[in-house]
């Protein structure tokens, strides 16, 4: 059974930093590859950032490039994304996911964590 598991959200100001961290089980982590995505109130869900399964390969969303590093640790199955420079409209509810093909797409990624909030205040 695939489980995806994310932690580290939490209330933030704005310019702070944070890290979270998505945990995966059930599968090849190493072989896959993975993004972060995150839904703020009353919008869709939106693509942050994904890594390669390899990890030389690297793409951001607008918004978060400059801030936003995605990384990962095969030995640990985890996937991470360092957030600096937090702003308000960062606030949302974070997911990783996986891929087995190298995309943005949100409909290619075929498992979840069940999210973690961000909240940004000023």
Known sequence: QVQLVE?????VQAGDSLRLSCVASGLTFSRSDWGWF???PG???EFVAAIS???HMRTYSESVEGRFTISKDNAKNTLYPQMTSLKLEDTAVYYCARSSVWTVREGAYDYWGQGTQVTVSS
């Open 7 to 11: 932690s580290g959200g939490g209330l």
């Open 38 to 40: 995150r839904q703020a």
């Open 43 to 45: 919008k869709e869900r």
């Open 53 to 55: 399964s390899g990890g």
